[in-house]
């Protein structure tokens, strides 16, 4: 199976003289976005201790981000196919610039949530609109997936890069500098992006519901919030009432679109099993690399005992794999077939996360770097699961495509960091002694320095090593999914 559409126009007749260009704009850009997602992890202590935020503040500062820019994405990308996709990069850059900036004056832990909401606010409209100008800027089907590939390597490495940069930079300035080093960056995105992106819009861009507005951003900011504390606090009833009114809400605005003949989100796109195999493959992708992220950076600074650059730079093997593997996958899919391709990312994957489970304890980290670098081949799996969801989209519906895989990253996240997040956590208060102090049985933090100490870090290794079994095991399984739903024939090259 081809993904069947109208020929499309030779690059060289159609496609932007400056298109590569162009992309290198574009990719840079979400490397800072996704870098903004994991170093204030890092910035948090120092910022905490300045501004003396409590544990509330703390989680908000952390969540704020995450929360506005899930909860809009859907009524962006709509907006922007209508006003243009262009402008609403460009003002996301602005936003983003500005809302950076705006750290200098911020002198209490409300104002730094508020700017964290601010971000939010220009990630969600720079993520989704990066994917749209893909489209738009690579008509022909085969460079497109190159493209993609590209972009998909740059989120890969930005997640894995974001506490290196953090590190240093707190090693030689103040909290301030992890806000700061976004407003260079943004301000050449803004100039270069005027210069070499063109202006597109959808020429049939879906009609912009108040209702549908409502529930989708209600929807989603419940469903995340509500994942994420279910990792904190727990299976309680509010949290868990929570997620089902978000569930709820969501399904609501689901049926709301599937009546509509143009909706908010084409929500039609999932009755292809293409494009249900790439998000499903970017969502997975997400959960078990953002748990590794989570279990891996802990383990490397509080059982290793290295500081946050240090930690930093052994996170790199995941980004050395991960700039190979996906701008790789789709010439290797050209020639050998998509779907072996995206399955055989998503056992290397597997693999990777599977040799936590197998290496000896305590955990040696060449063979925990072994398994970084395994993740990040893997990630090959991402790159062509964004060829496939972008390819399988008509050209009018890029930016519900956008959408749709922003959301499955967004959402895949919370998902590794919570449930993951706390699979890890039961492991470790399993392995530890009875009558161990309270402050231990909380985190591997609180048990530095007491009595179970050594007991507590062998209970960590054994937790990186359980989330490492669980990821793979998941990973394995939606492989076989995908093997099982997507046509053996399905061609990257080909699209709409």
Same mark, same amino acid.
């Given at each position: 199976?081809?993904?069947?559409?109208?020929?499309?126009?030779?690059?060289?007749?159609?496609?932007?003289?400056?298109?590569?260009?162009?992309?290198?704009?574009?990719?840079?850009?979400?490397?800072?976005?996704?870098?903004?997602?994991?170093?204030?992890?890092?910035?948090?202590?120092?910022?905490?201790?300045?501004?003396?935020?409590?544990?509330?503040?703390?989680?908000?500062?952390?969540?704020?981000?995450?929360?506005?820019?899930?909860?809009?994405?859907?009524?962006?990308?709509?907006?922007?196919?209508?006003?243009?996709?262009?402008?609403?990069?460009?003002?996301?850059?602005?936003?983003?610039?500005?809302?950076?900036?705006?750290?200098?004056?911020?002198?209490?832990?409300?104002?730094?949530?508020?700017?964290?909401?601010?971000?939010?606010?220009?990630?969600?409209?720079?993520?989704?609109?990066?994917?749209?100008?893909?489209?738009? @800027?690579?008509? /022909?089907?085969? !460079?497109? &997936? #190159?493209?993609?590939? $590209?972009?998909?390597?740059? *989120?890969?490495? +930005? %997640?894995?890069?974001?506490?290196?940069?953090?590190?240093?930079?707190?090693?030689?300035?103040?909290?301030?500098?992890?806000?700061?080093?976004?407003?260079?960056?943004?301000?050449?995105?803004?100039?270069?992006?005027?210069?070499?992106?063109?202006?597109?819009?959808?020429?049939?861009?879906?009609?912009?519901?108040?209702?549908?507005?409502?529930?989708?951003?209600?929807?989603?900011?419940?469903?995340?919030?509500?994942?994420?504390? @279910?990792?904190? /606090?727990?299976? !309680?009833? &509010? #949290?868990?009432?929570? $997620?089902?009114?978000?569930? *709820?809400?969501? +399904? %609501?605005?689901?049926?709301?679109?599937?009546?509509?003949?143009?909706?908010?989100?084409?929500?039609?796109?999932?009755?292809?099993?293409?494009?249900?195999?790439?998000?499903?493959?970017?969502?997975?992708?997400?959960?078990?690399?953002?748990?590794?992220?989570?279990?891996?950076?802990?383990?490397?600074?509080?059982?290793?005992?290295?500081?946050?650059?240090?930690?930093?730079?052994?996170?790199?093997?995941?980004?050395?794999?991960? @700039?190979?593997?996906?701008?790789?996958?789709? &010439?290797?899919?050209?020639?050998?077939?998509?779907?072996?391709?995206?399955?055989? %990312?998503?056992?290397?994957?597997?693999?990777?996360?599977?040799?936590?489970?197998?290496?000896?304890?305590?955990?040696?980290?060449?063979?925990?770097?072994?398994?970084?670098?395994?993740?990040?081949?893997?990630?090959?799996?991402?790159?062509?699961?964004?060829?496939?969801?972008?390819?399988?989209?008509?050209?009018?519906?890029?930016?519900?495509?956008?959408?749709?895989?922003?959301?499955?990253?967004?959402?895949?996240?919370?998902?590794?960091?919570?449930?993951?997040?706390?699979? &890890?956590?039961?492991?470790?208060?399993?392995?530890?002694?009875?009558?161990?102090?309270?402050?231990?049985?909380?985190?591997?933090?609180?048990?530095?320095?007491?009595?179970?100490?050594?007991?507590?870090?062998?209970?960590?290794?054994?937790?990186?090593?359980?989330?490492?079994?669980?990821?793979?095991?998941?990973?394995?399984?939606?492989?076989?999914?995908?093997?099982?739903?997507?046509?053996?024939?399905?061609?990257?090259?080909?699209?709409?």
């Amino acid at each position: 199976m081809t993904l069947q559409s109208p020929p499309t126009p030779a690059p060289t007749a159609t496609a932007p003289p400056r298109r590569w260009a162009g992309l290198a704009v574009l990719g840079a850009s979400l490397l800072v976005v996704v870098m903004d997602m994991t170093v204030l992890n890092v910035a948090l202590p120092d910022l905490t201790a300045d501004l003396g935020a409590g544990a509330l503040a703390q989680l908000w500062m952390v969540d704020a981000y995450a929360l506005v820019l899930a909860g809009l994405l859907i009524p962006i990308a709509a907006l922007a196919d209508r006003w243009g996709r262009r402008r609403m990069l460009l003002t996301g850059f602005a936003i983003f610039g500005v809302a950076s900036l705006a750290v200098l004056v911020a002198q209490s832990p409300g104002e730094v949530i508020a700017i964290r909401a601010l971000l939010g606010v220009g990630g969600a409209m720079i993520m989704p609109a990066t994917l749209s100008m893909i489209r738009v @800027l690579f008509p /022909d089907p085969r !460079e497109r &997936a #190159t493209a993609l590939g $590209l972009w998909a390597s740059t *989120a890969a490495v +930005g %997640g894995a890069i974001g506490p290196i940069v953090g590190g240093a930079l707190l090693e030689v300035f103040s909290w301030h500098a992890a806000f700061l080093v976004n407003v260079p960056l943004m301000v050449v995105a803004l100039v270069a992006g005027r210069l070499l992106l063109p202006e597109s819009r959808s020429d049939r861009p879906g009609r912009i519901d108040p209702a549908g507005v409502l529930l989708s951003v209600g929807g989603m900011v419940a469903v995340v919030y509500a994942v994420k504390h @279910l990792g904190k /606090d727990g299976p !309680e009833p &509010a #949290t868990l009432g929570l $997620l089902l009114l978000g569930a *709820a809400v969501l +399904g %609501g605005f689901v049926l709301r679109c599937a009546r509509q003949d143009e909706p908010m989100l084409a929500v039609r796109l999932f009755l292809d099993p293409v494009f249900r195999s790439g998000v499903l493959t970017a969502l997975v992708s997400s959960t078990v690399i953002m748990a590794l992220l989570f279990v891996g950076s802990q383990w490397l600074q509080l059982v290793q005992g290295w500081s946050p650059l240090v930690a930093g730079f052994a996170l790199l093997p995941m980004a050395l794999g991960g @700039l190979v593997g996906p701008p790789v996958a789709p &010439a290797v899919a050209a020639r050998v077939g998509a779907r072996r391709v995206l399955v055989a %990312g998503l056992l290397v994957l597997a693999a990777g996360l599977a040799v936590l489970w197998l290496l000896p304890r305590p955990l040696p980290y060449p063979g925990v770097a072994l398994a970084f670098l395994l993740v990040g081949f893997g990630t090959a799996a991402l790159g062509l699961a964004s060829a496939l969801i972008m390819g399988s989209a008509p050209a009018h519906q890029a930016g519900s495509a956008a959408a749709v895989e922003e959301m499955s990253y967004e959402v895949g996240g919370v998902l590794g960091v919570a449930l993951l997040g706390s699979l &890890a956590g039961a492991v470790y208060r399993a392995g530890l002694p009875v009558g161990a102090p309270e402050q231990a049985t909380e985190s591997l933090t609180g048990a530095l320095g007491t009595s179970v100490e050594s007991s507590a870090m062998a209970a960590f290794a054994d937790a990186v090593a359980a989330v490492g079994l669980a990821g793979a095991v998941i990973t394995l399984a939606v492989a076989a999914v995908v093997r099982w739903q997507l046509p053996a024939d399905v061609d990257v090259s080909a699209g709409h």
